[in-house]
């Protein structure tokens, strides 16, 4: 609370009237306590942005591993293709009515040295991203053309065979 006093002060020059604004202790213990609040309210923003800061480093680092992660397969399948990791796997397609397979299908899998068989949704999209899809859908076709003509010969007919495979220009 402010109170606002008047002082009459005389000297030989004259008569001067004094006002002034005068804090009281009930005003100064209001100003410490805002004061006290706004240092709290600092120091709660303060630790809460310390906490966004580990938060954030810790993304980062995850994202960053990610990232390793993802050119490591990217690179180890261009290994692939070079060195004929990959193969394929021929499921059959069964009439249902009769019991009978009617044709195969290819799947292209990969034979990882050191993961053992990863499958194609784990591999798929970094080839489509980089364009191995396309010497890779060129390999699964000529497999399959290659398998059906070995088994001609067995005295297997080569049946049907859909082959799964990305690259446009085929």
Excluded at 87 to 102: C, I, N, S
């Amino acid at each position: 609370i402010l109170s606002v006093r008047s002082i009459d002060v005389e000297s030989e020059q004259g008569r001067v009237k004094l006002t002034g604004a005068v804090k009281t202790a009930d005003e100064k213990a209001r100003a410490e306590k805002a004061r006290l609040q706004l240092s709290a309210k600092a120091k709660q923003d303060a630790e809460r942005a310390q906490t966004d800061l580990r938060a954030l480093a810790k993304l980062e680092a995850q994202r960053d591993r990610l990232r390793a992660a993802r050119e490591e397969i990217m690179a180890e399948l261009h290994r692939a293709v070079e060195k004929s990791q990959l193969f394929l796997a021929y499921q059959p397609k069964v009439d249902l009515r009769t019991g009978h397979a009617v044709g195969v299908e290819s799947l292209v899998r990969w034979r990882h040295p050191v993961r053992g068989i990863v499958a194609p949704n784990e591999f798929i999209p970094f080839a489509e991203e980089t364009g191995l899809i396309m010497p890779i859908g060129r390999w699964v076709l000529k497999e399959a053309c290659r398998t059906a003509a070995a088994w001609e010969p067995l005295g297997l007919a080569p049946p049907p065979m859909p082959v799964d495979q990305g690259d446009p220009t085929l």
